[in-house]
């Protein structure tokens, strides 16, 4: 993982916490606007999907290298990947709360979820950002 594709990394995460940004977008317009348990349920589905694939993505593919170039983040990132299995936890229990229907716990969960989400990735990209930087730094000193 050199600079540049450090870089790719900083940028993928960023393009993916956009496209899950609009997709809770796009999830609590629907509730807002009323459109039934079936269109929420069916957008909660797009959702959950797409952000256990990015979840799993950082957890196997970009934090373990990461790690082992600037241990010093460890407990960071470990932290990240803890909270990650809390919204794996979170997404199974909305999800089984619009089995149900769509009430209002299940409307408040999803919007806990989703302003927590963004809390998250704000931290997630200002990490990256820094070891994206410090690797850049570390090529450009002279050995």
Same mark, same amino acid.
């Given at each position: 993982m050199a600079d540049e594709r450090t870089s790719e990394i900083v940028d993928q995460v960023r393009d993916d916490h956009s496209r899950l940004d609009e997709l809770f977008s796009q999830l609590r317009e629907a509730i807002?606007?009323?459109?039934?348990?079936? $269109?929420? $349920?069916? !957008?909660?589905?797009? !959702?959950?999907?797409?952000?256990?694939?990015?979840?799993?993505? @950082?957890?196997?593919?970009?934090? &373990? =290298?990461?790690?082992?170039?600037? &241990? @010093?983040?460890?407990?960071? !990132?470990?932290?990240?990947? #803890?909270?990650?299995?809390?919204?794996? =936890? @979170? !997404? #199974? @229990?909305?999800?089984? #709360?619009?089995?149900d229907a769509l009430g209002a716990e299940a409307e408040r969960r999803i919007e806990a979820l989703a302003r927590h989400f963004e809390m998250h990735e704000s931290a997630e990209e200002l990490l990256l950002q820094r070891i994206d930087d410090e690797l850049r730094e570390g090529l450009r000193r002279p050995a």
């Open positions: 807002a606007d009323g459109v039934g348990t079936a $269109t929420v $349920t069916d !957008l909660f589905v797009r !959702l959950r999907t797409s952000l256990e694939v990015h979840l799993a993505q @950082e957890d196997r593919v970009y934090y &373990p =290298g990461l790690r082992y170039l600037r &241990p @010093e983040h460890r407990r960071m !990132l470990d932290a990240f990947c #803890a909270a990650h299995d809390d919204f794996r =936890g @979170e !997404l #199974a @229990e909305i999800a089984s #709360a619009l089995g």
